[in-house]
């Protein structure tokens, strides 16, 4: 399922699906050039029109641009930077500009349909140079749309400019509730939200405390929570939960399987959660979890 979403500052109209590919995993050594390229495709199959990268991906970028050579009409795809460019102090205007223009050539997508500024803190944006890189890039059609992927004090502020900014990426899932009202209100601006981390990496998959501590903090919270999803499994609860906040226009799901994307198409297809299971998930967080801030 995908709406046609006409974007903050900007006559841009582009189709995003209730489901985004996180295209992270695509870095992953074990997956092939032809198995990365089926995993596009297939998600192409399943009518995911969004696809999500960054600068920091490794391989990501080019895998999928060349994945999705010849489908542009097909796909919106985001990728993040404003660091790693040699020669280009990180988070200067001219560490986004030149991000911008390299990106373009690995996505082989002119111009690229997002650019997001990728968890810089408030004191780098309030500056001003790295925002209005962002701006001219747009400006001179190099970027259609631009944002901010990040938490914190950084995403409020981007929440607030919207002469700036056409999308917010955040953590949002049932253990990352922190930025639902952010996310409400910035519906209201006509901002476009993506949703990263909607299965909170999953953790529910652990019976005890996992090394890896971005899947032990929510395994942590998980517990913490206490709240039982029966007579749904986890992964369906959270991702119904997710897609259907007042404000996400799609939820991001990174995998390197076509059968774990395909699920989570098949879940969310199956509509928002009952009001009540919904408001009992809000509730259990505003009792266990107030203090628990957004990941990046």
Not at 20 to 43: I, K, N
Not at 128 to 145: H, N, S, Y
Request: charged residues 25%; hydrophobic residues 45%.
């Amino acid at each position: 399922m995908a709406t046609a979403t006409t974007t903050a500052n900007t006559d841009v109209t582009v189709i995003f699906s209730e489901v985004g590919f996180g295209a992270g995993g695509l870095d992953d050594p074990r997956l092939s050039e032809a198995d990365a390229e089926r995993l596009v495709s297939a998600a192409l199959d399943l009518g995911v029109t969004v696809f999500d990268t960054a600068r920091s991906y490794g391989a990501s970028e080019e895998r999928l641009g060349r994945a999705l050579r010849g489908v542009r009409d097909r796909a919106v795809v985001f990728t993040k930077g404003g660091y790693g460019i040699e020669g280009a102090a990180d988070w200067t205007g001219a560490a986004v500009t030149r991000g911008i223009e390299e990106a373009i050539v690995r996505l082989g997508r002119e111009p690229l349909d997002g650019f997001l500024l990728h968890s810089c803190d408030l004191q780098t944006l309030e500056r001003g140079d790295v925002p209005l890189a962002l701006v001219r890039a747009r400006e001179a059609g190099k970027v259609r749309l631009t944002g901010y992927s990040g938490e914190g004090a950084g995403l409020a502020w981007a929440a607030e400019r919207r002469e700036t900014f056409s999308v917010l990426e955040c953590s949002l899932s049932p253990l990352d509730q922190a930025n639902l009202a952010l996310i409400a209100r910035a519906a209201q601006g006509d901002f476009c939200v993506l949703a990263k981390r909607p299965l909170a990496n999953a953790p529910w998959r652990f019976a005890t405390r996992p090394d890896r501590e971005d899947i032990a903090v929510y395994w942590d919270r998980l517990h913490a929570l206490g709240f039982d999803p029966a007579p749904l499994a986890w992964d369906e609860l959270a991702l119904r939960f997710t897609a259907f906040q007042p404000g996400v226009t799609t939820a991001l799901v990174g995998t390197t399987r076509i059968e774990h994307l395909a699920s989570a198409v098949a879940a969310v297809r199956a509509g928002a959660l009952p009001v009540d299971v919904s408001e009992r998930l809000r509730g259990a967080f505003a009792a266990r979890g107030r203090g628990w801030p957004g990941l990046v």
